[in-house]
């Protein structure tokens, strides 16, 4: 599994996000230009997974977010902490919308 999450961007709207399941895993939440803003995650609390989560962030989504990507994983915690970590040496912050994380807080890795 690569370390960053390369998958295409889906247009984040109610029919995209009405054919999700509700899988436990992580996702990412972008503008037009495919700059991430926010990585979050569904986790075992999450009502509906995946698809509770990002019916949440169409009802409420942080500004600019216009499309999203998932990745089924039940390590969703472990795989959450990876993005954001890979997204921290890659841009040296956390996405503008990840106000709920400590920079401090989360460790360092350097993928390849």
Not at 64 to 87: A, C, D, K, P
Not at 98 to 106: G, K, P, R, V
Request: net charge negative; proline share 4%.
């Amino acid at each position: 599994m690569a370390v960053r999450l390369d998958k295409s961007w889906i247009p984040l709207n109610d029919e995209n996000v009405a054919k999700l399941a509700a899988h436990l895993g992580v996702y990412q939440l972008a503008n037009d230009d495919g700059e991430i803003l926010y990585i979050g995650m569904a986790g075992a609390r999450s009502l509906f997974g995946l698809k509770g989560e990002l019916k949440t962030a169409l009802e409420e989504p942080p500004a600019g977010v216009t499309q999203f990507r998932i990745e089924v994983n039940m390590s969703y915690r472990t795989r959450r902490l990876e993005l954001l970590q890979t997204y921290m040496h890659d841009h040296g912050e956390l996405p503008a919308a990840n106000t709920d994380i400590d920079a401090n807080s989360i460790g360092r890795l350097r993928p390849g």
